[in-house]
């Protein structure tokens, strides 16, 4: 039999500042050298359905993290509670992300398991930040699920810290996958154009996969927004993509 | 969709209670989003917040439109009556 044993569990991780941020890990336990992915999480927050991605991607053969985006919002709180304090603090600042995520690539690069590759996947508000990932960080792939607001501006007087990255897309490092219902309206089927308009003019590796039948939040097992088919398909998308960007060089 | 749109206002005199028991509350957020727990695609969510106390000091809602709508409307009579009151 094949031998299979994940472990996971909470650590804590250097973030943006040098800050001690809580960060959730799963690791399969045969000695590699295997890739690691970064998962991002949804603006909801660092939830239940976030670890299971984690421990999914454990399973999968990668060595995997997410960390906590709204821990200085509101350390050791409930993830809605935690999501909640974020959106009144007004969201999560672009260069704390990067800090965060560039703590937690360092920490999957530095496992003596590590070939030294690693992915990035974001989910919701954390599509866009695998896009900025690819633009700041040492990755060598990166998957945008139905992010918002990379070429669109958000709507006047919005309170939340968000700006459109267009103007950065020429400085994507890594090649992309986007999955993105076409009932979205953030992004919306024309922003999702936009986007790969743009990453093509920029001469961009990038795939894009569009579901009909289905909106914002496809993946999300727990929520009226699941959408089997296009989730079945898109989870095959990302092994297939992973595989070919996460093997050894 | 994520529609990430949220009202702020600052609550200067009022109260909620929480999982703690009362609190005054500070700040209220109000944004149609995904519920965490109510079987909808989205919700018209409301905290009342006070930051000071930490996060867990939050009385949350998350209203299906019909039920905010009613809502809504239960605030402005109420309010309108208490003017004369």
């Not at chain 1, 922003?191 to 790969?196: C, F, G, M, T």
């Amino acid at each position: 039999m094949h031998y299979d044993a994940v472990l996971a569990e909470t650590t804590g991780i250097r973030g943006a500042d040098g800050d001690l941020v809580e960060a959730y890990t799963a690791r399969p336990m045969d000695p590699g050298p295997r890739g690691g992915m970064l998962v991002i999480h949804h603006m909801p927050g660092y939830d239940r359905e976030s670890k299971e991605i984690v421990r999914r991607f454990a399973v999968e053969g990668y060595d995997a993290i997410a960390v906590n985006l709204h821990w200085r919002d509101a350390p050791g709180a409930d993830p809605d509670d935690a999501a909640a304090a974020s959106r009144a603090n007004g969201g999560v600042p672009d260069d704390r992300f990067v800090g965060d995520a560039a703590g937690a690539v360092r920490w999957l690069q530095e496992r003596p398991t590590s070939n030294g590759r690693v992915a990035t996947i974001g989910f919701c508000s954390g599509g866009r930040q695998a896009v900025l990932s690819a633009i700041e960080l040492d990755v060598q792939a990166a998957i945008d699920c139905y992010g918002a607001f990379v070429t669109a501006e958000p709507p006047e007087g919005f309170p939340i810290r968000v700006r459109p990255i267009a103007d950065r897309l020429g400085d994507v490092r890594a090649p992309l996958l986007g999955l993105f219902g076409n009932d979205d309206r953030n992004p919306s089927p024309a922003q999702v154009d936009e986007l790969e308009k743009l990453l093509r003019e920029h001469g961009k590796t990038y795939e894009f996969h569009r579901y009909d039948g289905a909106g914002h939040a496809f993946f999300s097992v727990d929520r009226p927004a699941y959408r089997v088919a296009a989730a079945l398909d898109g989870w095959q998308r990302i092994h297939t993509f992973l595989a070919t960007h996460l093997r050894e060089g | 969709m994520c529609t990430y749109r949220t009202e702020k206002i600052d609550v200067r005199a009022s109260s909620g209670k929480g999982p703690q028991g009362w609190f005054p509350v500070r700040t209220a957020t109000v944004y149609y989003d995904h519920p965490v727990h109510a079987l909808h695609d989205h919700t018209v969510n409301i905290d009342f917040l006070n930051p000071e106390l930490g996060p867990g000091a939050r009385v949350a809602v998350e209203l299906g439109l019909d039920d905010a709508r009613a809502l809504l409307a239960a605030l402005q009579a109420t309010v309108e009556s208490a003017a004369h009151h």
